[in-house]
T-cell receptor, first 114, second 111 residues
Framework: DTGVSQNPRHKITKRGQNVTFRCDPI?????LYWYRQTLGQGPEFLTY????????KSRLLSDRFSAERPKGSFSTLEIQRTEQGDSAMYLC????????????FGSGTRLTVV | SQQGEEDPQALSIQEGENATMNCSYK?????LQWYRQNSGRGLVHLIL?????REKHSGRLRVTLDTSKKSSSLLITASRAADTASYFC???????????FGDGTTLTVKP
């Protein structure tokens, strides 16, 4: 297991298109998180899963955003009808639920909406 | 809005010098973490300090936590050019899944 993997690394899309990102967490980690980071800012929480259950969603997550984690393994984050304001780095992280000792982050997916 | 605020926003030092970054937060926490982020990459966890701890060391890193002042500091001793990165603090409460990140300190270490 080489850590948290995110695909694609970069995505350029036209405004109004739908995009989907994938995250493969560390296999032993039962929690998976999505954060969004814009230039010069710290990561902002979007949502997290414990196994397959989505336990919390930020108010930042509009109804154009949806995340899934079927079978409690990998997760997908879909953005429908993208807007220029969605341009950001989307970061996935995973962790253990018990003996929590911080996140392991992936390298992120850089989304550019043109 | 972010809970943590790092200070300074940017710091430039010579290799071999020490770098100190500060983080202030607003609400009660269970622990506070520090992360490093190289340009265009994900964040790397450096150290976690729990609310009942006052100081923690890891290699060239020293973290302090003052819960009465709601503040933490990260000291990097004998800095190297490879330490050039952005550094973020993040606060965590209870069994809540999310952490709240500050906007980071950008550290430049000149060789």
């Amino acid at each position: 297991d080489t850590g948290v993997s995110q695909n694609p690394r970069h995505k350029i899309t036209k405004r109004g298109q739908n995009v989907t990102f994938r995250c493969d967490p560390i296999s032993e980690h039962n929690r998976l998180y999505w954060y969004r980071q814009t230039l010069g800012q710290g990561p902002e929480f979007l949502t997290y899963f414990q196994n397959e259950a989505q336990l919390e969603k930020s108010r930042l997550l509009s109804d154009r955003f949806s995340a899934e984690r079927p079978k409690g393994s990998f997760s997908t984050l879909e953005i429908q009808r993208t807007e220029q304001g969605d341009s950001a780095m989307y970061l996935c992280a995973s962790s253990l639920m018990f003996q929590w000792n911080g996140y392991t982050f992936g390298s992120g997916t850089r989304l550019t909406v043109v | 809005s972010q809970q943590g605020e790092e200070d300074p926003q940017a710091l430039s030092i010579q290799e071999g010098e020490n770098a100190t970054m500060n983080c202030s937060y607003k609400t009660s926490i269970n622990n506070l973490q520090w992360y490093r982020q190289n340009s265009g990459r994900g964040l790397v966890h450096l150290i976690l300090i729990r609310s009942n701890e006052r100081e923690k060391h890891s290699g060239r890193l020293r973290v302090t936590l003052d819960t009465s002042k709601k503040s933490s500091s990260l000291l990097i001793t004998a800095s190297r050019a490879a330490d050039t990165a952005s550094y973020f603090c993040a606060t965590h409460l209870g069994n809540a899944g999310k952490s709240t990140f500050g906007d980071g300190t950008t550290l430049t270490v000149k060789p």
